[in-house]
């Protein structure tokens, strides 16, 4: 229900935007996060968007690279990532959620998740 796409190879200090289409449901009351597993390492929260749109949390390590919104008419999410580095390698996952405290939106305790796009930055 949840499909990531766009990730790929990029140069350190270049862009991707990634893209979470929903389907089967409708997500616009739903607050929408990403997250990302690099190999070896646990799944780790980078950011999320309220229903609305009108809040918006970031992990710190993305802070100010990243930005993530949202188009509810076209049941989509988005992950703007620019000057991407070596650490952002992962494979990236979009989820959703129903019920949440802001807190929960920074843990793995999303209802469902898509089946994650892999990004790979070269140094």
């Known amino acids: 229900q949840l499909q990531a796409s766009g990730g790929g190879l990029v140069q350190a200090g270049g862009s991707l935007r990634l893209s979470c289409a929903a389907s089967?449901?409708?997500?616009?009351?739903?607050?929408m996060g990403w997250f990302r597993q690099a190999p070896g390492k646990e799944r780790e929260f980078v950011s999320a968007?309220?229903?609305?749109?009108?809040?918006?949390y970031y992990a710190d390590s993305v802070k100010g690279r990243f930005t993530i919104s949202r188009d509810n008419a076209k049941n989509t999410v988005y992950l703007q990532m620019n000057s991407l580095k070596p650490e952002d390698t992962a494979v990236y996952y979009c989820?959703?959620?129903?019920?949440?405290?802001?807190?929960?939106?920074?843990?793995?305790?999303?209802?469902?998740w898509g089946q994650g796009t892999p990004v790979t930055v070269s140094s």
């Open positions: 968007i309220s229903w609305s749109g009108t809040m918006t």
């Open positions: 989820a959703a959620k129903a019920q949440y405290t802001v807190v929960d939106l920074t843990t793995t305790r999303y209802d469902y």
């Open positions: 089967g449901r409708t997500f616009s009351s739903y607050a």
